[in-house]
């Protein structure tokens, strides 16, 4: 029996990136990286700071990750640091998966217009904002063209109760992702938001009454249930693959068809 081999237009052999956001082996984000590593992809992963290391080191090991880099975009230089050391071990960067989100507990669960300016500054700054920067960064090291993905969530198109100001957010993250294809389409370098159903993650434990939207997806759902974070990881990394090279600037819902029932 013939052994399976990839199809070019799915595979990543050849192809580095960088990938933030892995908070546990229940992250999103490490979906993404197995998946990009089944197809051949070499990865840089980041870590937050040293208490979420020792959950995430492990698996970066495991997932044979060329490096292993502490970024918090809170701080100056971070993310600029965290670039520069994957042009000395890649050259040139292929794709990029920007999977960090942050928002104050008060400002998640309660009215909009009650949160604070700093609450909301540091919501848009760490989850939008600073995709926008990876952007500028790594444009230098995308000379040939790549991808750029970021996470959102339905919450930036509908009203989703203990979602507040993150779903402002997230509406305007998506934004970010339509203007920045335009900018950097000339180069070659695609843009997307890759939008998942509702899945149990460290995030997502901050919203309230989670397992009653859980439920309520899957009721509502044309499929009849959830996604996981493996379907999540294999769609993203199509998106870093050839096989989508002619697509940019969406919003790519991965729901099991929920965002399409009122």
Same mark, same amino acid.
């Given at each position: 029996?013939?052994?399976? %081999?990839?199809? !070019?237009?799915? $595979? ?6 960088? /990938? ?7 992250? @999103?984000?490490?979906?993404? *990286?197995?998946?990009? %590593? ?6 840089? /992963?980041?870590? +937050?700071?040293?208490?979420?290391? +020792?959950?995430?080191? #492990?698996?970066?090991? &495991? ?12 701080? !100056? ?5 965290? %670039? ?24 998640? +669960?309660?009215?909009? /217009?009650? $949160? ?6 540091? =919501?848009?700054? @760490? $989850? ?11 444009? !230098?090291?995308? =000379?040939?063209?790549? *991808?750029? /993905? ?5 919450? =930036? ?11 402002? %957010? ?27 159903? #509702? ?7 901050? @919203? ?12 509502? &759902? #044309? ?13 993203? *990394?199509?998106?870093? =693959?050839?096989? $989508? ?12 068809? *929920?965002?399409?029932? &009122?």
């Amino acid at each position: 029996m013939n052994s399976y %081999v990839t199809p !070019p237009f799915l $595979s990543l052999a050849g192809k580095k990136g960088l /990938i933030t956001g892995i908070a546990n082996d229940k992250s @999103i984000a490490y979906a993404v *990286a197995k998946a990009i %590593v089944e197809l051949g992809g070499e990865i840089i /992963i980041t870590y +937050q700071n040293e208490k979420t290391a +020792q959950y995430t080191r #492990p698996l970066a090991a &495991a997932l044979g990750a060329t490096d292993f880099l502490k970024l918090d975009v809170t701080e !100056p230089e971070s993310l600029e640091t965290v %670039v520069a050391k994957c042009r000395d071990a890649f050259g040139e960067i292929d794709f990029a998966i920007h999977s960090m989100a942050f928002c104050k507990a008060d400002d998640l +669960q309660g009215r909009v /217009i009650d $949160s604070s300016e700093d609450g909301f500054n540091l =919501a848009m700054n @760490i $989850s939008c904002h600073s995709f926008l920067r990876m952007g500028k960064a790594l444009e !230098p090291l995308m =000379a040939h063209g790549g *991808a750029l /993905i970021t996470m959102s969530y339905l919450g =930036a198109e509908r009203v989703v109760h203990d979602y507040g100001v993150m779903g402002i %957010v997230k509406a305007a993250l998506e934004s970010s992702v339509r203007y920045m294809a335009y900018d950097l389409g000339p180069k070659g370098i695609r843009v997307f938001a890759v939008s998942p159903g #509702p899945i149990m993650t460290r995030a997502a434990s901050g @919203i309230s009454n989670f397992s009653h939207l859980l439920e309520a997806d899957a009721h509502k &759902a #044309p499929l009849g249930r959830t996604v996981t974070i493996d379907e999540v990881g294999a769609l993203t *990394a199509f998106l870093c =693959a050839k096989g $989508s090279s002619g697509m940019t600037g969406q919003t790519i819902y991965v729901d099991a068809g *929920a965002h399409i029932i &009122a």
